[in-house]
């Protein structure tokens, strides 16, 4: 059975209450993938945030486009930053006695039939509904209304914001108790309450951190446009440092949430040689760790894989690709999962599942180069100059950690590079593996431009869009032709030739300009060629360099936004390996999904998977991320059609 339902009529007050909280940093309020908050703003007594009552919003048309904030939220603001201001440093998450309750939730309870509780991506609007949820199914279990308990859940996943929630629910101890148990007086802990104190903990940690920040670079400069492009990604990466808005890093994104959630998750940063103001990824949580919240299910986080991305720092970036399955087409974006299982379980699936790829990636890029004439005037380290040359250009460069000090001045043979250079890989051994990499990676729905094949199929829906807008330009006739050919190509009467010669040449010979760093590092074992052991012999240091990270990933909403595919291939693996803890004798999976969308097959995320609103077993077609810029599989699991006895109960327009 699955159920397929929105979050219940209890998220209207969760929803917001923590729309309110989130109001506190602006626009990290907002999912920085383009996901939406929540509609209603509204006070919050205790910490007194303001809404959005006073702020007027006129029309986008010509003149009119503007906004008005008053002086009022401007006060507003400024109170409640000071009052987190002097609450500073913020409390650290301490484990909880378990209540007798939550120690039941803990302990296994003998093979169960597989039941899974799915929350989708949608930032901050599906993890509140995750929690409201949570909420309202611990009401019904503790009036043993339906006869079972959060024991009875062998599967907990999500994408993005749900598996915000979920990864939460799973680690956090009291984060787990606030939302399931009951107090001595037998009353929960109002939601209210438990959304102040989250966010207050979260915005902390927002505006109070260490900074970051993404160095946006031209290798295009004196091209008009791109000259624009790239100052207009610098104004913004400029704004967001100074407002401490992580908008460009999902490690402290990520890390400023779960380290108000989960006790010993730390955010301090650990410089690295090529990359001094980076956050470390080697942080202290990894899914070895004791789970303290819901621990015999097994934890499920949706992420994609794209067919190529851009690896290395900043102008040494190199395009890297992905050797694709045999009979998977070119360009076409993979799901994967990492999975953390059951703690009783033995047989149980634990690691990254990814469908078609086996054990690891190989992967694929030119070998590294760059041009070494500025060591005529910056002599290399131990570079014997004498005479008048060494007094007026002798001056010994200094190592910045770059792949074209190490490949000039690291005594390489560059006499005989192949055509490409492969890297064999193989996924972390289960347990090894960090907490934070993958919430980040679940989380990278702006990672997207990291991948240069889904930032052209996005450049191409972008001009469709403003295809309009050319009617209105006034253009020189010697544009002419070229207007009339992007109409064609645009329009879908011609060939890719326009997205080759214009599309592709920037992309190509100008990005990522440093948005590759949008997109997460993916932890990977360099192996040799049969990948029966770890890679004895090192890469050429320039190449070391250069292919850091090996990989990256980006949020699993360019592959299933619902995370139900994955989900329920995960339930199915562990019922074939003989987990155990499941009693898979009927064949029977139950999945609760808690879904951002309506009833609508088209809209949902959810016609895919059935027999006819999906596309046939084995074939690909363009439906992953928005407007469909990721060619995927077909997510088709259900030969039954799509269900007509949807019953929603709560949407967005309830909250308004």
Not at 224 to 239: C, E, Q
Not at 525 to 535: L, M
Request: aromatic residues 10%; neutral net charge.
């Amino acid at each position: 059975m699955i159920t397929a339902t929105q979050s219940p009529a209890r998220a209207r007050r969760a929803a917001a209450t923590f729309a309110a909280l989130l109001t506190l940093v602006l626009l990290a309020a907002v999912h920085w993938s383009g996901h939406s908050a929540p509609r209603l703003m509204e006070w919050s007594k205790d910490m007194k945030i303001w809404g959005i009552k006073d702020m007027k919003i006129w029309g986008i048309n010509g003149d009119d486009d503007k906004i008005q904030l008053s002086a009022d939220t401007a006060g507003k603001y400024l109170s409640t930053y000071m009052q987190l201001h002097l609450a500073n440093p913020r409390p650290e998450p301490k484990d909880v006695p378990l209540t007798p309750r939550a120690k039941d939730a803990t302990k296994p309870r003998g093979p169960r039939r597989p039941m899974a509780l799915a929350v989708s991506g949608g930032g901050f609007r599906t993890m509140t509904a995750g929690i409201a949820y949570g909420r309202a199914l611990s009401h019904a279990f503790k009036d043993d209304t339906v006869g079972m308990d959060w024991r009875d859940f062998t599967h907990l996943s999500g994408n993005s914001g749900g598996q915000w929630f979920a990864t939460q629910f799973s680690f956090g101890g009291k984060f787990f108790q606030d939302i399931t148990q009951s107090g001595a007086d037998g009353r929960f802990r109002p939601l209210k309450d438990f959304f102040s104190e989250w966010g207050r903990t979260y915005a902390q940690g927002i505006l109070f951190g260490p900074k970051t920040t993404v160095n946006i670079y031209n290798a295009c400069r004196g091209r008009g446009m791109t000259d624009i492009f790239a100052g207009f990604l610098r104004a913004v990466s400029n704004l967001l440092r100074a407002a401490n808005l992580p908008a460009q890093d999902w490690h402290r994104f990520i890390n400023n949430m779960m380290s108000g959630v989960i006790p010993g998750w730390r955010t301090a940063p650990k410089p690295r040689p090529t990359e001094p103001n980076a956050y470390s990824r080697d942080l202290d949580i990894k899914y070895g760790a004791p789970r303290a919240g819901l621990p015999e299910a097994a934890l499920i986080q949706q992420i994609a894989i794209p067919p190529d991305t851009w690896v290395g720092k900043d102008e040494d970036a190199q395009l890297v690709r992905l050797t694709l399955p045999e009979g998977v087409p070119p360009g076409a974006t993979l799901p994967a999962v990492h999975v953390a299982k059951a703690r009783s379980s033995r047989e149980g699936f634990a690691g990254f599942f990814a469908p078609g790829l086996c054990d690891g990636l190989t992967l694929t890029k030119r070998p590294y180069t760059c041009d070494c004439s500025w060591t005529a005037r910056f002599s290399c380290p131990g570079e014997d100059r004498s005479g008048l040359m060494n007094r007026m250009f002798g001056k010994p460069a200094a190592d910045d950690g770059s792949a074209c000090f190490a490949y000039c001045c690291g005594g390489e043979d560059h006499a005989q590079e192949a055509a490409n250079r492969t890297l064999r890989t193989r996924w972390p051994r289960p347990g090894d593996a960090d907490v934070s990499e993958i919430t980040a990676m679940s989380s990278a729905a702006a990672g997207a431009a990291a991948s240069p094949t889904i930032v052209k199929a996005a450049f191409k829906s972008v001009f469709k869009d403003v295809l309009a807008v050319f009617s209105m330009l006034d253009k020189r006739a010697s544009d002419a032709p070229t207007e009339e050919e992007f109409r064609w190509w645009a329009a879908g009467k011609s060939d890719d030739a326009f997205l080759e010669k214009h599309i592709g040449e920037f992309v190509d010979e100008c990005m990522p300009l440093g948005l590759h760093h949008l997109a997460v590092d993916v932890t990977l074992n360099r192996t040799e060629a049969n990948r029966s052991r770890i890679a004895s012999s090192p890469l050429p240091p320039s190449e070391e360099r250069a292919w850091s990270p090996s990989y990256r990933g980006i949020d699993g909403v360019y592959v299933d936004n619902t995370a139900l595919a994955m989900t329920v291939a995960t339930m199915i693996t562990d019922c074939l390996a003989g987990d155990e803890t499941l009693d898979c004798a009927d064949k029977t999976l139950d999945v609760v999904l808690v879904n951002d969308g309506n009833s609508d097959p088209a809209a949902n995320g959810l016609g895919s998977f059935f027999s006819d609103t999906g596309t046939p077993v084995g074939t690909y077609h363009h439906s992953g991320g928005p407007k469909g810029l990721a060619l995927v599989p077909s997510q088709m699991i259900f030969a039954e059609p799509y269900p007509k006895n949807v019953t929603n109960y709560f949407t967005p327009s309830a909250i308004a």
